[in-house]
């Protein structure tokens, strides 16, 4: 019998007391069914007692995998039987990827077109899938398999077929193959790159000539032909790839070699667009001298959201707020009205005198929550909108929800330890319907499954839901800790919440793990300081000992910015040594400050931390944010310099 810990015991039997269930009924078989289901992805029958877990609510499972590995050599009509019966749960989607997959690896077409419901996800099933439809659709598929051949990597061998056939009939022709190889050749692919010119005539030679010349000096982009490849076919692919490289190699270099070239050049709008587009924000990001008025000129045609976005932080480094009012004007409609280009404008406006036009760009900002929606509301002296929504279920509602088939399922799979999968049927069930995904949320609220409730209001778009959003996940680890090592706990909170979004065993790619994201040196390097063992890679995820390690480091990193928790977030991102290098160039306000942080995830992340910070300390006041700051004075008075480090 499956040995569960208590509160797991407990729980489960809430559940099936809720559900009209024979409480612990599910013991002998949830073993039955993990041993099957273990068999099962192994192809091994023999040991499968198909009696024993006729009646279990994972079944499917097993049978997922019978039919998976008979496949090619099912019929489509007992795949589509399958997905049906079993179309509330994922099961039924990988079911028909799988059987695309193996009827088109088999070449049965008609059978992959039975199934199918669509372009299917992945690369590889794309291709089979367009493969099964030149024969009914020719038209639909040529244009899907042209989108497919035109990209920089390698792709699946199971686009050959469909690439042999788009070559024969001519859809892919030389001109689709040398521009493919300039993709490639853009990307670094070399192998890639040589392997399609190698399918090029001599009609190309002088091109591919071109290209090994550039490859092997940039700066002879400035000799190149301005036609190559048959009637110039080639010209305008190998410019856009051959600037691109340039541009990010040596960007003044670059810059230089284009105010030769663009006027000898017979490009298409939309070709020297893309070569300026990059060469603009390159400029801006690496601040090459001499290119400014050259990026202003260009700009409004550029259509460029991330360069717009670059001059108006440009202009803002340097007060420049007449410029910060006119590129914030040229960015599309939808952009200028976020929240934040709302509230710049208001700096702006205020900084320039015009005190009716700041108000009301903070008074529109401040309909947002979020970090420039809270700064705008306290430029104006209003409360902050929370926009909270409010949801409330009865034990009606969550007994009707505690036997839908899909949560049987996902408890059954956690009991089994398949937590993976339990998710999986968890998130599939909540994109059913808005009504349900919030039913689904009280459900693990109740359950205290905080971090599948976090991730139930991002499936299912509860942005409003922020009790679910921001559950008192760890309250009281994050009580104890931060009064004892003195740290704000709503800001302990939002930095975990950001970090791992309550996954006490998440596990980022460069190895920072827990509930408060602490790389295995950083845990070693504090447990030393605080006098305990080396927890080592899996002890750090124990949640309460990852908080108070968490809190520690930050804690120590509050003190060099003597209690900053502006600075202290970036650093708890990006590192403090980062930190003390931005605050060397003297920024005199918390907002420029923020902005004028180069990396794009640690503006986010400071961001989102302090405005997560307002929110969880609303909530703990009943949804009020009445006496609640996004920053204190001192915070938001201090000139953010060298200064603000604490002298050690």
């Known amino acids: 019998m499956l040995v569960l810990p208590f509160r797991h015991t407990a729980r489960v039997l809430c559940t099936a007391l809720l559900a009209g269930l024979p409480a612990f009924s599910w013991g002998a078989s949830d073993s039955e069914l993990r041993d099957a289901l273990a068999a099962a992805r192994e192809q091994q029958w023999s040991r499968v007692d198909e009696r024993s877990i006729e009646d279990h609510p994972l079944r499917g499972y097993v049978e997922y995998h019978r039919i998976r590995g ?8 007992r795949v589509q039987q399958f997905i049906d019966q079993y179309a509330d749960s994922p099961l039924a989607g990988w079911m028909r990827g799988q059987a695309i997959a193996k009827y088109g690896h088999a070449g049965r077409y008609s059978d992959l077109l039975a199934v199918a419901d669509g372009e299917p996800a992945g690369t590889a099933r794309q291709c089979h899938y367009y493969t099964a439809l030149l024969a009914t659709q020719p038209q639909v598929a040529s244009e899907a398999g042209l989108d497919l051949w035109r990209v920089g990597s390698s792709q699946p061998d199971a686009c050959d077929p469909l690439f042999e056939r788009l070559r024969a009939n001519g859809t892919i022709d030389a001109t689709a193959i040398w521009e493919r190889k300039m993709l490639a050749w853009q990307a670094g692919e070399t192998r890639l790159s040589s392997y399609l010119g190698g399918l090029l005539s001599g009609q190309w030679q002088t091109a591919l000539d071109t290209v090994d010349s550039v490859t092997a000096r940039s700066s002879a982009i400035t000799q190149a032909p301005t036609c190559l490849g048959p009637e110039c076919a080639a010209t305008a692919s190998f410019y856009r790839a051959a600037m691109q490289r340039y541009t990010r190699e040596d960007t003044p270099a670059a810059f230089a070699a284009w105010q030769t070239l663009s006027s000898r050049l017979n490009l298409l709008p939309s070709d020297r667009q893309a070569i300026e587009e990059e060469l603009a924000f390159y400029a801006l990001v690496r601040d090459v001298p001499g290119t400014l008025s050259w990026v202003d000129g260009a700009l409004p045609t550029l259509e460029s959201e991330r360069v717009l ?14 410029g910060v009012i006119h590129w914030i004007a040229e960015m599309p409609t939808i952009q200028q009205e976020n929240s934040r280009w709302q509230y710049w404008l208001g700096r702006a406006n205020g900084q320039l005198g015009n005190q009716a036009a700041a108000e009301a760009r903070y008074q529109k900002a401040a309909q947002d929550r979020s970090f420039y929606g809270f700064a705008a509301a306290e430029k104006i002296g209003q409360p902050y909108r929370l926009n909270l ?6 034990e009606a509602s969550r007994q009707r929800i505690a036997q839908l088939p899909a949560v049987q399922r996902t408890e059954a799979l956690l009991r089994i330890g398949e937590d993976g999968l339990a998710n999986s049927e968890w998130l599939h069930a909540v994109q059913s319907s808005p009504q349900q995904a919030r039913e689904l949320a009280d459900y693990a609220a109740q359950q205290q499954w905080h971090a599948r409730l976090v991730q139930t209001t991002i499936a299912g778009e509860l942005w409003d839901a922020l009790d679910w959003r921001f559950p008192q ?11 004892l090592t003195g740290v704000d706990p709503y800001l302990l909170m939002a930095i975990t919440r950001r970090e791992s979004a309550y996954n006490p065993n998440a596990l980022s790619p460069a190895g920072a793990r827990g509930l408060m994201q602490l790389m295995p040196g950083t845990a070693s390097q504090v447990s030393r300081e605080l006098g305990i063992s080396d927890p080592g890679p899996y002890g750090v ?19 060099r910015y003597q209690g900053n928790r502006l600075a202290a977030a970036a650093a708890y991102n990006a590192g403090p040594g980062r930190v003390d290098q931005w605050l060397g160039d003297g920024v005199e306000a918390f907002d420029l400050f923020v902005e004028s942080i180069p990396f794009r995830e640690t503006r986010d992340y400071v961001q989102a931390v302090l405005a997560y910070r307002v ?18 004075d001192n915070e938001q008075q201090v000139r953010y310099d060298r200064a603000l480090l604490a002298r050690r």
């Open 615 to 632: 929110i969880f300390e609303s909530l703990a006041n009943g949804g009020s944010s009445e006496g609640v700051s996004l920053l204190s």
């Open 541 to 559: 995820l124990d949640p309460e000992l990852n908080i108070r390690l968490g809190s520690t480091y930050l804690r120590d990193k509050l003190q």
């Open 473 to 483: 996940a760890y309250h009281d680890s994050f009580q104890h800790w931060g009064r």
């Open 309 to 322: 976005e670059l001059r108006v932080r440009h202009a803002l480094a340097n007060r420049d707020w007449n």
């Open 70 to 77: 008979q496949l090619p050599h099912v019929s489509p009509d």
């Open 389 to 394: 929504e409010r949801n409330h279920y009865d």
